[in-house]
């Protein structure tokens, strides 16, 4: 019997190591989002803050910005658990996920959660640009050529890029 458990333990200790390092390459890849979405956050926060007008204009980008990202972590994920060959863990982190525009249209077409979420995040690609989203860029622009004018949320998103690069998923 003590035999039959170790022989059990020890045929699931890959399976096992093989969910904790899923799991860990899942909360790097969880933790690149949310540092993505604070950065958009408080890009336009601070674009809002110096010309009142690009507030729903930003509020309309932001949007697409959280379809985005929420499609791919919701699509990491899945071909985490699923299909790995639209992933390439050796790159950084932020180039681990390889969808095509076209993968994200097949998604969108198919009735689950998961096309649900791509349906909104190919339609956002697809629709017309809000009328202000030339003066969003143009404001986005001139913020990134002045790096005081930033420099606390580029750090702050600098320094959060830098920590999750630093976690080994092995």
């Known amino acids: 019997m003590k035999l039959a458990a170790i022989l059990l ?13 899923d799991s860990c390459e899942s909360q790097k890849y969880h933790q690149y989002i949310d540092a993505s979405l604070t950065w958009y ?26 379809h985005h990202f929420e499609l791919n ?31 994200v ?7 689950s959660e998961l096309g649900k979420t791509a ?13 202000q989203n030339y003066a969003l860029r143009s404001a986005f622009a001139e913020l990134l050529t002045h790096p005081g004018k930033i420099e606390k949320p580029l750090n702050d998103y ?3 890029m830098t920590a999750i690069a630093d976690i080994s998923c092995d």
């Open 73 to 103: 972590r919701e699509m990491f994920d899945w071909y985490l658990a699923n299909d790995k060959e639209k992933l390439d863990l050796s790159q950084p982190v932020e180039s681990w996920l390889k969808l095509t525009q076209q993968d």
């Open 105 to 111: 249209k097949a998604l969108a077409e198919q009735h």
């Open 9 to 21: 333990s020890a045929a699931m200790l890959p399976a096992t190591a093989l969910a904790a390092n």
């Open 119 to 131: 349906k909104q995040a190919f339609d956002d690609r697809q629709s017309k640009p809000h009328p």
């Open 41 to 66: 956050q408080q890009l336009v926060d601070i674009t809002v803050e110096k010309d009142a007008s690009l507030k729903d204009v930003g509020d309309w980008f932001l949007e697409g910005r959280k």
């Open 158 to 160: 600098n320094k959060a």
